[in-house]
């Protein structure tokens, strides 16, 4: 004891002389996780080298990223103009293999049930294999399912087809907004996941351009329009996955395409805000995500809107057909509501992210479309000209309800590995809404598809009061917040 005693410090000189060799010893084998943050304290962020390094992450990442779900979205879309290609001819998808309603239902759903399936996993696999080399991979598979399909001659055919092609294709959207999180900030993210979002309505209304062209070749080599119009659709991924395997970025820890200083302010810019390259998944952070009850709110927001973001983009060729327009005329008159629908996504994501009302925007485009559908359903059956005016705002609010929920989703999440899991179980979860839309628009309740646009309503309005639900629960807890701790997005 005596001797314990006199190891004791006894004096304020030796506390000193013991921190400074405690301090030495630590810095004689440092961790890397020592050495980032050493770092971090001492390093201070330069805006205008900042906004330069954003401008060029924004050249190489946002294009890229557009363009790769501009074809995804083509090519998941495509089966809407087949279904009603040529049917004035008889030429149409569903009657040359013999399809019931019924069938092209289940055609549908075995696509968003694969979409399930394989969205958390693949995020997984991206995160091991680094973005350009997977979401190459994916880009080539469902291009060349997308062709495969061209040689389909039955129901069992299409909907094995339809399930691969869903496998492939669920991992670019969750995984192109996964790759966001390490480069932005969490106010950053919604105009660019807009844009991005966006190309799913610049999608629809090449695809239904495109399939107004393809029209005109129908029969040629003997084979009906539609099938040319899977393998036009589906050749172009095959080819641009190679560009995107050396294009499209990884981390900024590794890229090679940034200057060493410029990799340094890409990392320490977003620390602490944003997700980490070489961070590991681990149980305990899994375990905390799946049991964070305000998350599944999130998830039910995009529930909400995916039932009306997939009757959209599943039906509106059948629903503008509804409308008075007849053969190659409904696959045209599919190009306005989408080209409108790009506009509205990015100027109410601009807004959501200038203002940090992600939330607020949210919830309004929630309501503004629940208003659209509901008035398509009560509007009489030869008001051709109103509904199909309606029918281009129900269409772009129900895109861009995307870009805010996401925004705000992954600006409340706070660690990589909640991000890891949470967006990619956001998107899965909302199958329940795509399947959901898949079935709510009946051809037989053509032209007015009262079960359709009333079920919409519902669920925007839903979405709408769960919003701002959920944000009267954020002003709350952030009231609770000590000082110095982050406040949660709004």
Known sequence: MAQALHELPCFPADIAKMAIKDEEKQLSDPTIEEISEVASSLYSVDSTAERRLVRRLDMRIIPASMFLYFLCCIDRFNIGNAKILNNDTGDSLVQSLGLSDQQYLIALMVFFIAYALFETPSNYLLKNYKPGRWLAFLMFMWGAITMIIAACRNFAGLVALRFL??????????????????????????????????????????????????????????????????????????????????????????????????????????????????????????????????????????????????????????????????????????????????????????VSDRYGMRSLCAAFSFLICGISFLVEALLPPTAFVARYGVLCIALSFAFAISAPCLSWLTGNLRNTGATTLAVPLNVSIATIGQITGSFIYKSSESPTFPTGHYTNAGFMFAGAILSLALRVFYVRRNRRLAIGEPKWHL
């Open 165 to 350: 092609l869903g496998a492939f294709e669920a991992g670019l959207f969750p995984g192109i907004v996964y790759c966001l999180t390490f480069w932005y900030k969490p106010n950053e993210r919604a105009v660019r996941i807009a844009l991005i979002v966006a190309c799913a309505t610049l999608g629809g209304a090449f695809g239904g351009a495109i399939a107004y062209g393809v029209g005109k070749i129908n029969g040629a080599c003997g084979l009906e329009a539609w099938r040319w119009l899977f393998l036009v659709e589906g050749a172009p991924c095959c080819i641009c996955a190679i560009f995107t395997y050396f294009i499209f970025p990884d981390f900024p820890e590794t890229v090679k395409w940034l200057s060493p200083q410029e990799r340094e302010l890409a990392m320490e810019r977003i620390k602490g805000v944003a997700s980490v390259g070489h961070h590991k998944l681990t149980w305990g952070e899994a375990r905390d995500t799946l049991t964070d009850w305000r998350l599944y709110v999130h998830y039910l927001l995009f529930i909400a809107f995916s039932v009306g973001f997939a009757s959209m983009s599943q039906f509106a060729p059948t629903i503008v057909q509804g409308l008075g327009y007849e053969g190659l005329n409904a696959q045209l008159f599919t190009v306005p509501p989408y080209a409108i629908s790009f506009c509205v996504c990015v100027a109410v994501a601009w």
